[in-house]
């Protein structure tokens, strides 16, 4: 994903000094980053757009006004919950959600029902 955004890789705030041309290389020189990669991982970069045009093909086919779908960056941890958050309220107060009215007849019900708990009391 950042090999193809590259603003997304610039977001990292990595030292300009280890973002070289090489960068996708030098990830194999680093022994504490060698459990990232899988010699499949290779083979599988050969079927990329395959895989996009399947992907894009699911997001359409299951994206809809009242279920979208949403990019959610997962760079940064608080900043991903931040949006799925935001994501939420804003499904929320799209709901318009209200108590239910009571018309003149549950009042009347509701009356008596007060009516006969006070004489209880008595």
């Known amino acids: 994903m950042v090999r193809v955004h590259k603003e997304l890789l610039e977001r990292q705030k990595m030292p300009r000094d280890l973002v070289t041309r090489d960068i996708w290389r ?3 020189d680093h022994p504490d980053k ?3 990669f899988s010699s499949a991982d290779v083979t599988e970069r ?3 757009r395959d895989y996009m045009a399947a992907y894009e093909d699911a997001i359409r086919a299951t994206t809809s006004r009242e279920a979208p779908w949403y990019v959610i960056p ?4 608080w900043f991903t919950r931040i949006v799925v958050a935001a994501a939420i309220v804003e499904a929320f107060w799209k709901l318009e959600l209200a108590y239910p009215r009571v018309d003149d007849a549950k009042k009347k019900e509701l009356a008596a ?3 006969a708990l ?3 009391k008595k």
């Open 118 to 120: 006070m004489e209880e």
């Open 26 to 28: 030098e990830r194999l």
């Open 46 to 48: 050969g079927y990329w």
């Open 34 to 36: 060698n459990w990232k």
């Open 74 to 77: 997962a760079d940064n941890k």
């Open 113 to 115: 029902a007060r009516q």
